[in-house]
């Protein structure tokens, strides 16, 4: 059964901690993805990875950065965590193909954060 | 510009009827994926069906089927004998080649409700 996993379900901070939420997948994929998911929005990519140490900004970025140090592990660091961060997080996978490979993405079951 | 637009933020719908989700995109991109998830209340993201840019034939996966209008870039998600636990979010992605594959771009979402 193919599976994503996230840390937390739920987490609350205060504002200004650094706050790690961590994302790990058993199927092998290159691609990961961190999103934010906000009502009337839906999900906003963060960052994603198409490998190992290697990153690209998504669509808002800003206040954010990610680690991907091993294949199956992407972590998702609020430097100094701000209200306006408070919000669904979801950690996705997937695998890497052509453009024409049915590619879904796997999602993990999120993280609601809230800072304080 | 809004890549992805579902312009029905909330329907009800009649338990056993069929339901209509629409969903328009913007591409210049002649090869992409489209993708329709279901998020239930307990917030993880369920696939549920895909259509390729280049696929002859709308896509069907059971009581989900895709009415894929290419000319006017819509692909509308239509659910046939709405059951109680149909009642969730459905958000509508689209997939454009990049460098890497695969970045996802989500709709705002539409929350559906079966009324019994």
């Known amino acids: 059964d193919v599976k994503v996993t996230q840390s937390s379900r739920y987490l609350v901070k205060r504002t200004g901690e650094k706050v790690f939420l961590e994302c790990v997948q058993d199927?092998?994929?290159?691609?990961m993805f961190w999103y934010r998911q906000d009502p009337g929005l839906g999900l906003r990519l963060i960052y994603f990875?198409?490998?190992?140490?290697?990153?690209e900004k998504g669509d808002i970025p800003e206040g954010y950065s990610v680690s991907r140090e091993k294949k199956e592990r992407f972590s998702l660091i609020l430097e100094s965590a701000s209200t306006n961060q408070t919000s669904m997080y979801l950690c996705?996978?997937?695998?890497?193909?052509?453009?024409?490979?049915?590619?879904?993405?796997?999602f993990g079951p999120g993280t609601r954060l809230t800072v304080l | 510009a809004q890549k992805i637009t579902q312009t029905q933020p909330g329907m009800f719908v009649q338990e056993k009827e069929a339901v209509t989700l629409d969903c328009t995109y913007d591409?210049?991109?002649?090869?992409?994926?489209l993708f329709w998830y279901k998020q239930p209340s307990s917030g993880e993201m369920i696939f549920l069906i895909y259509?390729?840019?280049?696929?002859?034939q709308n896509a069907t996966e059971g009581r989900y089927s895709l009415n894929f209008q290419k000319a006017r870039k819509s692909a509308n998600l239509v659910i046939s004998a709405s059951q109680l636990g149909d009642s969730a979010m459905y958000f509508c992605?689209?997939?454009?080649?990049?460098?890497?594959?695969?970045?996802?771009?989500f709709g705002p979402g539409t929350r559906l409700s079966v009324l019994p």
């Open positions: 199927m092998d994929h290159e691609n």
């Open positions: 992605a689209m997939r454009e080649s990049d460098n890497y594959g695969q970045n996802f771009v």
């Open positions: 990875s198409y490998d190992v140490k290697m990153k």
């Open positions: 259509q390729g840019s280049y696929d002859q």
């Open positions: 591409t210049s991109d002649p090869s992409y994926g």
């Open positions: 996705a996978s997937s695998v890497r193909g052509g453009y024409e490979v049915y590619n879904e993405q796997f």
